[in-house]
Every structure is written in structure tokens, then in C-alpha cells.
């Protein structure tokens, strides 16, 4: 890992959220040595991980503020 790059777990979603757009734009771009790729599938699995735990939390905060079940939000005709 470069030392410019932040621990996954302190990120936000927000930054996981871009770098691992980054990430998946650079797997599929120019090619790479094996190792390189290697690397950057892993922190993009840590981010994918992160993100994915970071939306569970919201989504428990959601339900909690809203007594344990999710409202449908009515749209106006």
C-alpha cells in the first residue's frame, strides 16, 4: 500500500466510494504487471467491503429512527 493512501476503514463512503471507481477504471483500462493488478483488486475488495458495512450502518440508523421499519415516501400526483 503507498503511504499517500488513507487506511480503508477511515475513510468515508464518499472517498471509498471514488477510489473505488478509480480502481475499477484502471483494472479495465491499460494493462499492468500482475503484481500491480493484484494490488489494486485487494484494496478494491477492502473498499467494496467498507462501503458495503458503511450502507448497513446507515440503513440500521434509518430503521431505528423510523421504529424499526422503512417508509415508502409518497410521491405527489
Do not use: N
Request: with cysteine; proline share 3%; glycine share 6%.
Amino acid at each position: 500500500m503507498s503511504p499517500s493512501l488513507k487506511k480503508v476503514e477511515e475513510l468515508t463512503y464518499e472517498a471509498a466510494f471514488t477510489e473505488l471507481e478509480t480502481i475499477v477504471a484502471a483494472l479495465e483500462g491499460e494493462s499492468r504487471p500482475l503484481d500491480e493488478s493484484i494490488s489494486l483488486y485487494e484494496r478494491g475488495q477492502a473498499l467494496a467491503r467498507h462501503c458495503s458495512a458503511l450502507l448497513e450502518k446507515a440503513e440500521l440508523k434509518v430503521r431505528q429512527l423510523s421504529g424499526d421499519g422503512l417508509v415508502d415516501f409518497e410521491t405527489e400526483a
